[in-house]
């Protein structure tokens, strides 16, 4: 078991790994996803040492790899590493680049090293490109040597670090089916990936990553058919989202619609549904700027999911208390539009405001 404790990550002043703690069962498949900057790539480098943590510990057993002094290349051993760049050296044929570490880490007999080469090679369907050089292969041949290159090391877990990224949408599925059948054989992996299905169908566990951390995680159906928190759930669902937060006593309703109208233009809304949407927004901010006092905020929230078609509207404000569309102050007129426009309108209180999630 992979055991992380505390673990936060710098560079320079810029903070990119906060307070992660988490642990990794044995046989595991861990996918890791989340949006360009999150800090995926740098947390698995952080898990072999090619990036050492300003400040936490990892354990793999009951051995602390974090500890000073230790074996670094004990713990890439125990940790193999699979590059988006392959990293192989240029001069060396496939079978001097799957040998090499294994004789001068492992300390291995030429002949026992190229024996289990070539057992390697032949596993990741490359047996026969042995004698060739690294120009002289594809992306997804490249990368399915460094795959093999790792196995020769005997790791206990293997990183992958988006393994697919830099290959032609053509070969991406030849390295997929490596992957796919390495986790059939029980190894652990952990796997930086932008593949959503290949991390739907593979993974045994899912983190989602944003915020500096592990924002969620959970199995591939709670995360990509049960989301649970907000950013999540807009990576998933591949969200188009508007936000806008705005003091009553300084509204100005026209530019609040103006932003409005150019989030639905955008993406590509019809003018029904356009008209639609300015209208609901246009009826709730007219009637809470009726009772507009110094200090009262709202805000407007517009999510529109590209899978299914669907359209959300968020309307949260810090008055006392009050379903708005109850209340005697709310334009009757208002409600009957809004309600008619919407499948749903739903109410709650929550950490102080209201709260109305309508559905279009």
């Known amino acids: 078991m992979i055991s992380i404790r505390n673990l936060s990550k710098s560079y320079g002043d810029n903070l990119i790994l906060k307070d992660i703690s988490v642990d990794i069962e044995d046989g595991a498949v861990i996918a890791i996803i ?3 900057g999150c800090g995926k790539s740098t947390f698995i480098r952080c898990l072999n040492l090619l990036e050492q943590p300003d400040s936490g510990q990892i354990f793999i057993g009951a051995a602390e790899i974090t500890k000073k002094g230790v074996n670094i290349d004990a713990v890439r051993q125990k940790l193999g590493m699979v590059f988006q760049s392959f990293n192989l050296f240029s001069h060396k044929t496939v079978l001097e680049n799957v040998i090499l570490a294994p004789m001068k880490v492992l300390k291995l007999s030429q002949e026992q ?14 047996a026969n490109r042995a004698d060739h050089l690294p120009s002289q292969l594809s992306g997804g041949q490249k990368q399915r040597v460094a795959i093999a290159r790792c196995l020769a090391m005997h790791p206990e877990v293997i990183l992958f670090d988006e393994p697919t990224s830099a290959l032609d949408p053509t070969m991406v599925d030849e390295v997929l089916s490596v992957i796919r059948k390495l986790v059939r054989s029980g190894l652990s992996c952990i796997i930086v990936t932008h593949e959503m299905n290949f991390a739907k169908n593979v993974a045994t566990k899912v983190f989602y990553m944003d915020e500096k951390g592990i924002y969620e995680s959970g199995t591939p159906s709670d995360i990509f058919e049960r989301p649970q928190r907000e950013k999540t759930k807009i990576f998933i669902n591949k969200l188009k989202v508007f936000s806008g937060e705005y003091k ?11 932003q409005v109208t ?5 993406y590509d809304m019809n003018k029904r549904e356009t008209n639609k949407i300015t209208l609901i927004c246009e009826e709730y901010v007219t009637n809470l700027m009726k009772r507009r006092v110094s200090d009262e905020r709202i805000a407007i929230f517009l999510r529109y999911n590209e899978n299914d078609d669907s359209k959300e509207i968020m309307f949260k404000d810090n008055f006392s208390p009050e379903n708005h569309f109850e209340s005697p102050d709310f334009d009757e007129m208002s409600v009957l539009l809004i309600k008619g426009f919407t499948k749903s309108v739903e109410y709650r209180r929550e950490n102080g405001q209201n709260v109305f999630e309508l559905k279009l």
């Open 248 to 258: 009553l006593s300084e509204i100005d309703l026209y530019e609040i619609l103006r």
């Open 262 to 266: 150019e989030y639905c233009l955008k």
């Open 113 to 126: 090293a190229v024996r289990d080469a070539l057992e390697y090679l032949e596993m990741v369907g490359i």
């Open 34 to 36: 989340g949006p360009s």
